[in-house]
């Protein structure tokens, strides 16, 4: 259930409160650690169609296909998405899963960044696929993945969203 009126207030403080505390200007924060997400795992009931999802209709090329050093049998692959990040998946045969769902600690989406020609280009590809998707705005595209995760495809340049600064 959506929270009421005077929860969504509530809400806003709390989130204020937070950036308050919590967010520095950028020349007062500490640099990271990071140097990038090298990739972040899903889960693939079948390889060959998260392959013809994810490089022949979204463009991004498998780079590798090996078997899962963790659990013998299941295979193992990724697909390059840009500035050396990958997004990589597991199949996992024997394991009696079930369909993707949304859970706390589970992944909500996962935004890919394209340039606005390609991002065009996607969508062409999307609409002669028969893809359905959620065009948000003229920067986003929401879709399911063969296995329900949702994907975003945004053209927003890489450490902007709406066109602020979030890095």
Known sequence: MAPTQAEVAKLAEI?????????RPAAERPATNGRGIHHTALISSDVERTIEFYQDILGFPLTELIENRDYPGSSHFFFDVGNGNAVAFFDLPGLDLGPYAEVLG?????????TPERWSAIKDKLDEAGVQYLLESK???YLSDP?????????????????????
């Open 106 to 114: 589970g992944l909500h989406h996962l935004a890919l960044s394209v």
């Open 147 to 167: 296995d329900g995760a949702r994907v975003e495809l945004i053209s927003d340049p890489l450490g902007e969203m709406y066109g602020e600064k979030i890095g």
């Open 15 to 23: 989130r204020d409160e937070l950036r308050e505390r919590h967010l």
């Open 139 to 141: 920067t986003s595209i």
